[in-house]
């Protein structure tokens, strides 16, 4: 079975980057779509990103599109996601996650019940 690890995650002041890693440690990420989520303290997890498994079409939920960029090296079997212009707002835990379809068009709705593979996350807190 697929697991997925990430790293990355730290405290960052508002408007500053951070990148966050997901890595495969058993089997191989490149067959999967792989989608980030988030859950901030008291809210539901959402999704945030989406990349298909060779990387040719990506996702963005709206609050992050411009200044989150998905991407992914199956070479280094690692998905990315880089997070600039960071905002408060942005704060929560991180998780990488892939689709349980290989059909992308059923994945980019980023409903996490159709995820699996999900990582233990990364903490993200931006603030002054």
């Known amino acids: 079975q697929l697991q997925l690890v990430e790293s990355g995650g730290g405290l960052v002041q508002p408007g500053g980057s951070l990148r966050l890693s997901c890595a495969a440690s058993t089997l191989t990420l490149a067959y999967s779509h792989i989608a980030w989520f988030r859950q901030a303290p008291g809210k539901e997890r959402e999704g945030v990103s989406l990349?298909?498994?060779?990387?040719?079409?990506?996702n963005y939920v709206d609050s992050v599109k411009g200044r989150f960029t998905v991407s992914r090296d199956n070479a280094k079997n690692t998905v990315y996601l880089q997070m600039d212009s960071l905002k408060p707002e942005d704060t929560a835990v991180y998780y990488c996650?892939?689709?349980?379809?290989?059909?992308?068009?059923?994945?980019?709705?980023?409903?996490?019940?159709?995820?699996?593979?999900w990582g233990q996350g990364t903490q993200v807190t931006v603030s002054s």
């Open positions: 996650a892939a689709c349980l379809t290989p059909l992308f068009r059923r994945c980019v709705e980023l409903r996490d019940n159709a995820y699996g593979s």
């Open positions: 990349i298909s498994s060779q990387g040719g079409e990506t």
